[in-house]
């Protein structure tokens, strides 16, 4: 059974930074695409950053240059290092892990909250 854990979560000032962990168990296809996600109060469910399993990235125009991505292929584990976060950010934060679509799975942690406000 796959499971994700998302931590890292919490309340910060504008300008602060938070890193976010995932850590992932189970049994997942090596070569995937772990993601972070987020949802704001009346809003949908958008992708905030990506990244392969050979390293590759791709990130909203809204956090380009201020969240970078990672993810440690040994320990399953993605992280997302929040910097200059602003109130726009809040939002809660899912970790997502998506296979091959041969593979079919997509899997999704269980959110953690993200609160910018001084």
């Known amino acids: 059974q796959v499971q994700l854990v998302e931590s890292g979560g919490g309340l910060v000032q504008p300008g602060g930074s938070l890193r976010l962990s995932c850590a992932t168990s189970?049994?997942?296809?090596?070569?995937?695409?772990m993601g972070w996600y987020r949802q704001a109060p009346g809003k949908q469910r958008e992708l905030v950053a990506r990244?392969?399993?050979?390293?590759?990235?791709n990130y909203a125009d809204s956090v380009k240059g201020r969240f970078t991505i990672s993810r440690d292929n040994a320990k399953n584990t993605v992280y997302l290092q929040m910097n200059s976060l602003k109130p726009e950010d809040t939002a809660v934060y899912y970790c997502n892990v998506r296979e091959p679509v041969a593979f079919g799975g997509d899997y999704w942690g269980q959110g953690t909250q993200v609160t910018v406000s001084s």
């Open positions: 189970g049994s997942i296809f090596r070569l995937n695409v």
């Open positions: 990244i392969t399993s050979n390293g590759s990235t």
